[in-house]
């Protein structure tokens, strides 16, 4: 140790650092070689010991042991040095030479046979690389280096070997530029490849065209020549007529020529007539100016209703930012979170004996707001508890919501009620509409309906056709809007993207945008198509609708096994007045909570039931945090509670229809249902702003 602080300190390792071995290091190319270089420097770098074994502990070992300097030999490390030299000057590469140190004596006052414990191995291993050292042969210095260094200068070798070592890490660094910059090259050669490609399928798809329409130009040709002969007959079949009425007329003409003498007569009367005509006409002429000046007259006063108009036109477009300010406040006093609860009709099959009457479930009040259970003759209690409940004086169970719909009410009567909150999106506000609820509950009826029936439609494509027929009527105010939709699912906590082909298997990360990094919700690598109009994006709800998973269980035939979220972005502004907005829809459709003792499920299907119930603990978690507003709301615990974030307790206008089947043996899954809408209509999340650009 004595030996190695005596080392300059440049050459001493850092404290507490260990060197890495050559073949754990990355050798960069030097710049101005072929790559076939770095190749054979890295080898020659491979089979060098490590410096921290060579210089420091190996010299300090040779301290203690020898007593007088001595040539070291260097027979064994010239020949070793020799195929690395040779493999170096190959490929233009610099040769390496390595000095070995002067073996100084033992420090004063210490014996000349003094070892330290366990030095007896290290003292062999030092010799022998001396001896290797000492039977390298000399080899000439390649030109561009300096002086070669004696074979005792190891500090020297060194010194060269990281001066290699640090031209190939430049060089491996400006390699790795290059690649990088072929890479960018490659991929944007790539875009236009694709571009190109989409180019010739359009042409072909025209030339496609052009020929339909050269065969059909054709084919017009064809008959036009068939109907031109004919008339051609026809022609013919007329002149022959006519030669004979020429004929006939030239018997007439000479009549008429008799006629025209008499008719000579007759113009020199009119004449004499023409002069009293002539006088008439300057009256007209006068009439004429008077009825100019007129005409003149009422051009300015058109002028001034014209003006009139403009203003009205102007007042107009202040009364409809009137109007959003005003309808948005209304929404606003209605509450940040609404809750309405729907209890769907019995199926056929679902009829009991009292001929499908509901007798479990009550609507007292006329204003649609109040629904009651009745659980005192369940049929699934046992009969401690129904006996119990006889003898007491226990009430139904009521629940008070926002609306209330019975079986009876329609498709169209639900989104009546919700569609001023879906006009909130077009005045620049995100809005969030969910539907929670047991599976069975009629959840997916209610958001997305049956496409073969109008008069069955859901939220959702009404939802879209309202917002397409409004932004026409709002197009001849001045305001312009361009859309953007997007369609994914929640399955089994994994986003999968509903618009895509299925094959491609990108990763999807729920990721929060905007200047205070927590503006948007945002999904990566998520498909975004832009929409001009209701029937395409009817179309994409298509798609995603046989994308989306779905499987039977013994709760219900079509159970949806994956929460479903539809986004429809909306950009607007008015050149007019200069107002611009941007707004989002967002339309879920969650999962429905199952018992698995009821509903049977196994593998798979066992699997998505437990993830589509933790994920509704989850959201149940978030509610009551809200509800009871601690400081923390554990939003990350699952993907649902994440991305709907901005909905549940961010800057969004928010409703949340609670399904309820009308079946008496889930009236369990019933209760919890109204009981978990109940503490979300109990939330206050604050009053949404409108997103202005």
Same mark, same amino acid.
């Given at each position: 140790?004595?030996?190695?602080?005596?080392?300059?300190?440049?050459?001493?390792?850092?404290?507490?650092?260990?060197?890495?071995?050559?073949?754990?290091?990355?050798?960069?190319?030097?710049? @101005?070689?072929?790559?076939?270089?770095?190749?054979?420097?890295?080898?020659?770098?491979?089979?060098?010991?490590?410096?921290?074994?060579?210089?420091?502990?190996?010299?300090?070992?040779?301290?203690?042991?020898? @007593?007088?300097?001595?040539?070291?030999?260097?027979?064994?490390?010239?020949?070793?040095?020799?195929?690395?030299?040779?493999?170096?000057?190959?490929?233009?590469?610099?040769?390496?030479?390595?000095?070995?140190?002067?073996?100084?004596?033992?420090?004063?006052?210490?014996?000349?046979?003094?070892?330290?414990?366990?030095?007896?191995?290290?003292?062999?291993?030092?010799?022998?690389?001396?001896?290797?050292?000492?039977?390298?042969?000399?080899?000439?210095?390649? $030109?561009?280096?300096?002086?070669?260094?004696?074979?005792?200068?190891?500090?020297?070798?060194?010194?060269?070997?990281?001066?290699?070592?640090?031209?190939?890490?430049?060089?491996?660094?400006?390699?790795?530029?290059?690649?990088?910059?072929?890479?960018?090259?490659?991929?944007?050669?790539?875009?236009?490849?694709?571009?190109?490609?989409?180019?010739?399928?359009?042409?072909?798809?025209?030339?496609?065209?052009?020929?339909?329409?050269?065969?059909?130009?054709?084919?017009?040709?064809?008959?036009?020549?068939?109907?031109?002969?004919?008339?051609?007959?026809?022609?013919?079949?007329?002149?022959?007529?006519?030669?004979?009425?020429?004929?006939?007329?030239?018997?007439?003409?000479?009549?008429?020529?008799?006629?025209?003498?008499?008719?000579?007569?007759?113009?020199?009367?009119?004449?004499?007539?023409?002069?009293?005509?002539?006088?008439?006409?300057?009256?007209?002429?006068?009439?004429?100016?008077?009825?100019?000046?007129?005409?003149?007259?009422?051009?300015?006063?058109?002028?001034?209703?014209?003006? !009139?108009?403009?203003?009205?036109?102007?007042?107009?477009?202040?009364?409809?930012?009137?109007?959003?300010?005003?309808?948005?406040?209304?929404?606003?006093?209605?509450?940040?979170?609404?809750?309405?609860?729907?209890?769907?009709?019995?199926?056929?099959?679902?009829? @009991?004996?009292?001929?499908?009457?509901?007798?479990?479930?009550? #609507?007292?009040?006329?204003?649609?707001?109040?629904?009651?259970?009745?659980?005192?003759?369940?049929?699934?209690?046992?009969?401690?508890?129904?006996?119990?409940?006889?003898?007491?004086?226990?009430?139904?169970?009521?629940?008070?919501?926002?609306?209330?719909?019975?079986?009876?009410?329609?498709?169209?009567?639900? #989104?009546?009620?919700?569609?001023?909150?879906?006009?909130?999106?077009?005045?620049?506000?995100?809005?969030?509409? #969910?539907?929670?609820?047991?599976?069975?509950?009629?959840?997916?009826? @209610?958001?997305?309906?049956?496409?073969?029936?109008?008069?069955?439609?859901?939220?959702?494509?009404?939802?879209?056709?309202?917002?397409?027929?409004?932004?026409?009527?709002?197009?001849?105010?001045?305001?312009?809007?361009?859309?953007?939709?997007?369609?994914?699912?929640?399955?089994?906590?994994?986003?999968?993207?509903?618009?895509?082909?299925?094959?491609?298997?990108?990763?999807?990360?729920?990721?929060?945008?905007?200047?205070?990094?927590?503006?948007?919700?945002?999904?990566?690598?998520?498909?975004?198509?832009?929409?001009?109009?209701?029937?395409?994006?009817?179309?994409?709800?298509?798609?995603?609708?046989?994308?989306? $998973?779905?499987?039977?269980?013994?709760?219900?035939?079509?159970?949806?096994?994956?929460?479903?979220?539809?986004?429809?972005?909306?950009?607007?502004?008015?050149?007019?007045?200069?107002?611009?907005?941007?707004?989002?829809?967002?339309?879920?459709?969650?999962?429905?909570?199952?018992?698995?003792?009821?509903?049977?499920?196994?593998?798979?299907?066992?699997?998505?039931?437990?993830?589509?119930?933790?994920?509704?603990?989850?959201?149940?978690?978030?509610?009551?945090?809200?509800?009871?507003?601690?400081?923390?709301?554990?939003?990350?615990?699952?993907?649902?509670?994440?991305?709907?974030?901005?909905?549940?307790?961010?800057?969004?206008?928010?409703?949340?229809?609670?399904?309820?089947?009308?079946?008496?043996?889930? !009236?369990?899954?019933?209760?919890?249902?109204?009981?978990?809408?109940?503490?979300?209509?109990?939330?206050?999340?604050?009053?949404?702003?409108?997103?202005?650009?």
């Amino acid at each position: 140790m004595q030996a190695a602080s005596r080392l300059p300190q440049s050459r001493l390792p850092m404290p507490g650092s260990r060197l890495r071995p050559p073949s754990q290091v990355k050798m960069p190319t030097p710049p @101005t070689e072929n790559p076939v270089t770095v190749a054979n420097t890295t080898t020659t770098t491979k089979r060098l010991r490590s410096p921290e074994s060579v210089v420091p502990i190996k010299k300090a070992r040779l301290d203690s042991h020898v @007593t007088k300097p001595r040539k070291p030999s260097t027979n064994g490390i010239k020949k070793a040095l020799v195929t690395r030299s040779n493999s170096a000057s190959n490929i233009g590469a610099k040769k390496v030479v390595v000095k070995a140190a002067p073996i100084k004596q033992n420090a004063p006052g210490r014996p000349a046979n003094f070892s330290r414990p366990g030095g007896t191995t290290t003292n062999r291993r030092l010799l022998a690389t001396k001896n290797t050292i000492d039977s390298a042969p000399a080899t000439k210095p390649t $030109a561009g280096l300096k002086t070669k260094r004696q074979p005792w200068d190891l500090k020297g070798r060194l010194e060269d070997l990281e001066k290699i070592y640090n031209e190939s890490k430049v060089g491996k660094q400006q390699l790795a530029n290059n690649l990088a910059e072929n890479s960018t090259q490659l991929e944007s050669v790539t875009v236009v490849n694709t571009q190109l490609q989409n180019n010739v399928h359009r042409l072909k798809e025209t030339l496609e065209q052009v020929q339909a329409s050269l065969q059909s130009t054709q084919k017009n040709y064809d008959d036009d020549m068939r109907i031109r002969n004919r008339e051609i007959e026809d022609l013919k079949f007329k002149l022959m007529s006519v030669e004979r009425q020429r004929d006939s007329l030239t018997g007439e003409l000479t009549a008429a020529q008799k006629q025209t003498a008499g008719l000579q007569a007759t113009v020199a009367q009119l004449t004499s007539a023409q002069a009293g005509i002539s006088a008439e006409l300057t009256v007209t002429k006068i009439n004429l100016e008077h009825s100019l000046s007129e005409v003149r007259c009422l051009k300015a006063e058109l002028v001034k209703e014209k003006e !009139i108009i403009e203003d009205q036109n102007q007042c107009l477009m202040e009364n409809e930012t009137e109007r959003r300010q005003l309808h948005n406040l209304v929404q606003e006093l209605k509450g940040n979170i609404r809750v309405y609860c729907r209890v769907r009709p019995l199926l056929p099959e679902e009829h @009991t004996k009292s001929e499908g009457e509901i007798t479990h479930i009550n #609507f007292p009040d006329k204003d649609s707001k109040v629904l009651e259970i009745d659980t005192l003759n369940h049929s699934s209690l046992n009969e401690s508890m129904v006996n119990t409940r006889k003898g007491s004086s226990q009430q139904p169970h009521e629940f008070n919501f926002d609306r209330v719909f019975n079986t009876t009410t329609t498709q169209q009567d639900v #989104f009546k009620e919700i569609s001023q909150l879906v006009q909130s999106a077009l005045d620049g506000y995100n809005v969030s509409i #969910f539907a929670y609820g047991q599976t069975g509950s009629g959840k997916t009826y @209610t958001m997305e309906g049956v496409n073969s029936s109008r008069n069955d439609e859901g939220v959702i494509p009404r939802s879209v056709r309202q917002i397409f027929e409004t932004t026409t009527k709002l197009e001849e105010k001045g305001w312009k809007y361009q859309f953007e939709a997007s369609f994914l699912e929640i399955y089994n906590e994994t986003i999968r993207d509903l618009l895509g082909d299925g094959k491609e298997a990108k990763k999807h990360d729920i990721k929060m945008t905007g200047a205070d990094g927590s503006s948007d919700v945002t999904v990566t690598n998520l498909i975004y198509v832009p929409v001009t109009s209701s029937s395409k994006v009817h179309k994409l709800l298509a798609k995603a609708s046989e994308n989306r $998973a779905v499987a039977e269980t013994k709760s219900n035939e079509r159970s949806s096994r994956s929460h479903s979220v539809f986004r429809l972005k909306i950009t607007g502004a008015n050149e007019t007045t200069s107002e611009a907005c941007q707004g989002t829809l967002n339309l879920i459709d969650l999962a429905g909570s199952e018992r698995i003792k009821d509903s049977k499920s196994e593998g798979a299907r066992l699997k998505e039931a437990q993830a589509i119930n933790l994920s509704l603990s989850h959201l149940g978690n978030v509610i009551m945090a809200l509800a009871n507003k601690e400081s923390h709301i554990p939003y990350r615990n699952s993907k649902l509670t994440y991305l709907l974030q901005n909905s549940l307790g961010g800057n969004s206008k928010t409703l949340m229809f609670v399904n309820i089947s009308p079946k008496e043996s889930n !009236i369990h899954e019933s209760l919890c249902s109204l009981r978990f809408a109940t503490k979300v209509n109990q939330c206050h999340i604050g009053t949404a702003t409108k997103k202005v650009r």
